[in-house]
């Protein structure tokens, strides 16, 4: 293991939005890249006011904001300026990635295609992120987890007794699809350094058409490989059941007989197994099947009366698989989460723990301790100065409105 991280040294530039785009940057921050985070003047990424949102825990500190936009510095350009266009260029000269998700009309009227960027720096790598992808009748429309990933691809039909769709988490598929986007720059033929070498070309990082031209598939089809039983099923037969209704599942008294015999036993403390194996009602999988709400009806309470302590120890020691339905309230401490470093220390004093980097390399060492999100635009002075920018230069900028 070197005492490097894989990343160092590189300098990302993150003009993303929300979720999906910034979190790519993160974990690359978090294996050692410089990440600059550039956002447009007035409130910013709009992400910052997510902790706001009613479907988010309600809490003094925005954790949604620190947890996605860590260790990154931020800077404000109004890329509509000519100026500030002049500045993103040069900026683009120094960097070795740019991860951008703005929605297709915005990136061509900004001038943020990988063609328009492209020739800035010949050995830049442009990853894109979008809801739809970026060909198709809706390549263009805007998408977010309720729409392009959650609605789109199926999940929500799953509708509870009422016929209601069922309720989703925040950022379900922005996550994922975030952490599918960090590269390795050596994988894709450009060096770490950033000295560039003859020959050497951009490249797009976004469903493969060529070699060295990929595009982000989208959230929808990321959402068809998370949901890939159900979506296969419907491939393969048109008149598969739609919507799937929600079902309350109890502890079914297993798969076949060997299974049932097992929990059967586990349940033996009030008697209640050995009743359960001679009911006529649950002897096939056909007749639990037939019978499921009767079988939630007698296991519900037996299933409420011992601790999850004992009915973890009687599980575990009859070989059942089972499950803890967790409270979110309760992972900071989850000793297994601790354990394998899902949960991690954080630098920050109002928020002490965090998620860590969804992965791990080997070859590697522990990723950067978390620490806090940017302020808007807090970086801004010191990233211009490293470009050469003036003080005088930097003032007259602002004053045109370039850094809004």
Known sequence: MSGHLPLEGLRVLDLASFIAGPVATTV???????????????????????????????????????????????IVLDLKHAQGRAVFERLAGTADVMVVNFPLKVRTRLRMRYEDVAPINPRLIYASMTGYGEAGPDAEQPGFDSTAFFARSGPARRADARGRPARLLVAGAGRPDGRHEPVRRHRHGAPASRAHRPGQRSQHLAPCRRPVVQRHPGAGR?????????????QAAERARQPVPHVRRPLDP????????????????????????????????????????ELAAILDPVIRCPSRPEWRKRLRHHEITFGLLGVLRDVPHDHQAVANGAVVESRQHDMPRTLSAPIRMSFAPEPVTPGRGPGHGEHTDDVLSELGYSPAEIDALRTAGALG
């Open 254 to 293: 297993a798969h076949h007989r060997a299974r049932g015999q097992a929990l059967a036993r586990a349940l033996q403390g009030d008697g209640s197994g050995s009743t359960l194996l001679k009911d006529p009602r649950f002897q096939t999988t056909d007749d639990r099947r037939a019978h499921a709400p």
């Open 28 to 74: 690359m921050g978090d294996y050692g890249a410089e990440v600059i985070k550039i956002e447009p003047p007035g409130e910013g990424d709009p992400q910052r006011k997510l902790g706001q949102a009613h479907s988010v825990p309600q809490h003094p500190v925005n954790f949604c904001w620190h947890m996605t936009n860590r260790n990154k510095r931020a």
């Open 222 to 234: 990321a959402a068809r490989r998370l949901c890939g039983a159900a979506a296969a099923a419907h």
